[in-house]
């Protein structure tokens, strides 16, 4: 799978989004390297913060699949790139360190690329808690 192609699966992803509260639809795709592909949308809540965004999604169905290794994420919301937010971060970066990131509007037409240690750098690792 190209990146255009990831770009498309997130921007698939995100007409799912259960976003009635922020008015604010976010697809994310992820692409395991074994091939397979997680994709996931924003899914709000009554209660505010109890709202989980599309990376997280699609990060933990991943892991829950059984996929533990990653080529890249497509991430697709908005009327510019939408960078993942902090939390999905560091989330990331427990199993993808050097993930690489798509950043695309939610219409896929632009897209940035960074890495998630450009995104995160210095993220906290396990190796920072005690043996
Ligand atoms: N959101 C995501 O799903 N991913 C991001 O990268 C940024 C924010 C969601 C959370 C919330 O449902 C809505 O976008 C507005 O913050």
Do not use: H, W
């Amino acid at each position: 799978m190209d990146e255009r192609q990831l770009v498309e699966q997130a921007v698939a992803a995100r007409k799912l989004a259960y976003a009635p509260y922020s008015g604010f639809p976010v697809g994310a795709a992820l692409l395991a390297k074994d091939g397979r592909l997680f994709t996931g949308c924003n899914v709000e809540n009554a209660s505010y913060g109890l709202t989980m965004c599309a990376e997280r999604v699609a990060l933990f169905k991943a892991i829950s699949a059984g996929a533990r290794e990653f080529q890249a994420l497509a991430v697709a919301g908005g009327e510019a790139p939408c960078a993942p937010c902090g939390a999905c971060r560091q989330v990331l970066a427990e199993f993808a360190p050097d993930l690489m990131v798509l950043m695309a509007d939610g219409e896929g037409k632009q897209v940035e690329r960074l890495s998630l240690g450009e995104l995160l750098p210095r993220a906290f690792r396990r190796e920072n808690l005690p043996p």
